[in-house]
T-cell receptor
Framework: EAGVAQSPRYKIIEKRQSVAFWCNPISGHATLYWYQQILGQGPKLLIQFQNNGVVDDSQLPKDRFSAERLKGVDSTLKIQPAKLEDSAVYLC?????????????FGPGTRLTVL | GIQVEQSPPDLILQEGANSTLRCNFSDSVNNLQWFHQNPWGQLINLFYIPSGTKQNGRLSATTVATERYSLLYISSSQTTDSGVYFCAGGQAGSQGNLIFGKGTKLSVKP
């Protein structure tokens, strides 16, 4: 069974530029998560989708971050404009149902450096 | 939301040694997972263990839900065990939102 796929693996941009990340979850998984992991810290949830609807985006900086999950499968996360503090690894995860007792499976992440 | 504290923050072991990592929660959880993040950044799910004890090879985990802590045991450590170990908890009604600790960075020396 294929795992969670993400691209690109690395991205370097200058502040005020825009950037987009892509995620393809495990086949059949209804729930998709985007996490931000700053160096030296644990991942922090940015947004959670159940199929193509948003379940939780309370920690998403909506003035600059946006995400969508068209057709309930792939998802993109966009940052526009980027700030220096956005430098982090962006992790995508998926789970079968998305309930509070569900196991989450993570992709390899996209390492973003904002100069 | 809940607070997750992990200890120790750093751990250096000689190959073959055993270790215990601890995770404390500020409130009750009904979802508790342990992850290993390898040096390339990949997060691997080790255990889903909201209560009880599980074992998988040289790794085992125990969660005492009533006392709000979980332990991860690594026996006969190998250099490939190096990386950061995270625990993460979720509460009932949280829709799957996991709160992560800051991790324990493990270095196993040959």
């Amino acid at each position: 069974e294929a795992g969670v796929a993400q691209s690109p693996r690395y991205k370097i941009i200058e502040k005020r530029q825009s950037v987009a990340f892509w995620c393809n979850p495990i086949s059949g998984h209804a729930t998709l998560y985007w996490y931000q992991q700053i160096l030296g810290q644990g991942p922090k949830l940015l947004i959670q989708f159940q199929n193509n609807g948003v379940v939780d985006d309370s920690q998403l900086p909506k003035d600059r971050f946006s995400a969508e999950r068209l057709k309930g499968v792939d998802s993109t996360l966009k940052i526009q404009p980027a700030k220096l503090e956005d430098s982090a690894v962006y992790l995508c995860a998926s789970s079968l149902r998305g309930g509070s007792t569900d196991t989450q499976y993570f992709g390899p992440g996209t390492r973003l450096t904002v100069l | 939301g809940i607070q997750v504290e992990q200890s120790p923050p750093d751990l250096i072991l000689q190959e073959g040694a055993n270790s215990t990592l601890r995770c404390n929660f500020s409130d009750s959880v009904n979802n508790l997972q342990w992850f290993h993040q390898n040096p390339w950044g990949q997060l691997i799910n080790l255990f889903y263990i909201p209560s009880g004890t599980k074992q998988n090879g040289r790794l085992s985990a125990t969660t005492v839900a009533t006392e709000r802590y979980s332990l991860l045991y690594i026996s006969s450590s190998q250099t490939t065990d190096s990386g950061v170990y995270f625990c993460a908890g979720g509460q009932a009604g949280s829709q799957g939102n996991l709160i992560f600790g800051k991790g324990t960075k493990l270095s196993v020396k040959p």
